[in-house]
């Protein structure tokens, strides 16, 4: 698990107001993923690492009433507010604790099978995608959306502190930093074929958004702590990026992949 997330799960709040706001950052992002497993009305569909179920939702409108949507995720609470959020929808999309690594479903359980940002955080997510594949059927689809944390940008101040703050990103906070850029081949060698790439820019012209979302100050802090930056120079840069919010000339960037293929 990347080190960012591990320090959000502390505060159950934390992670649900997180967790919210990324929904919003990405929704056309994380809808095309949807759209790429082309599901269809009766069919069956898995979320892995559903956090609070609004993908799992969407993918359940998709397939009907006569159709299935379940989502999984490690998180106890967050499967928890995940039931209680949708209890007076219905249809409504099944929830339970799940391990990515270890689904406990057949083999070709399912239509479709996808993973939204969930793969960074692994230690292995070539097991992960594999288990994807395994559960769903030959012909079914496999999406995965996750972040390249290596194209992270951020303006203002000086570029190497900046660049250190982007390092330390992609490199400590998270465990699979380059996620992003091999989406293509973990998907391929997990057994899909005719694997489709997208590819969006997730831009942030807030600070206080950028520094929650993307967790600026935070991973500058710890950049600080590991003698990476030095604390003068850190908070000189922060203190630039700052008056650059406030002129609305702040700017921060990290691309967003997205892949899909058909399971043979």
């Known amino acids: 698990m990347s080190g960012t997330w591990r ?26 993923s949807i759209d790429m497993l082309r599901l269809q009305p009766g069919g069956s569909a898995l979320d892995v690492g ?4 609004r993908d799992a939702e969407i993918m359940l409108g998709a397939v009907g009433a006569a159709g299935r949507a379940l989502g999984i ?9 995940a039931i209680e959020r949708t209890r007076s929808i219905f249809p409504r999309p099944e929830f ?7 689904l406990e479903f057949a083999d070709d359980t399912f239509d479709a099978c996808r993973a939204d940002r969930v793969l960074q955080h692994l230690p292995d997510p070539g097991r992960a995608v594999a288990e994807m594949v395994r559960v769903t059927r030959p012909g079914g689809r496999a999406s995965v959306l996750d972040v390249d944390w290596h194209t992270l940008a951020i303006a203002g101040g000086d570029i190497t502190v900046a660049q250190a703050v982007a390092r330390h990103q992609a490199f400590v906070a998270s465990s699979q930093g380059d996620v992003g850029r091999r989406l293509i081949e973990l998907l391929m060698d997990a057994g899909c ?3 489709e790439v997208n590819a969006e820019v997730a831009l942030f012209r807030d600070l206080g958004t950028a520094k929650f979302v ?26 630039a990026v700052r008056e650059l919010d406030a002129r609305d000339r702040f700017l921060a960037s990290v691309n967003v992949v997205i892949c899909a293929g058909t399971v043979s």
Do not use: H, M
């Open 7 to 32: 320090g959000l799960e502390r505060d159950p709040g934390e992670v649900t107001r997180y967790l919210e706001l990324v929904a919003e950052v990405l929704d056309a992002t994380k809808r095309k």
């Open 50 to 53: 559903c956090g609070l179920g």
């Open 73 to 81: 995720d490690p998180n106890q609470d967050l499967i928890a507010k």
């Open 96 to 102: 339970r604790v799940g391990d990515a690594l270890a």
């Open 193 to 195: 074929k005719g694997v």
């Open 214 to 239: 993307l967790q600026i100050r935070n991973t500058l802090e710890a950049a600080i702590s590991r003698g990476a930056i030095a604390r003068d120079a850190g908070e000189v840069w922060w203190k």
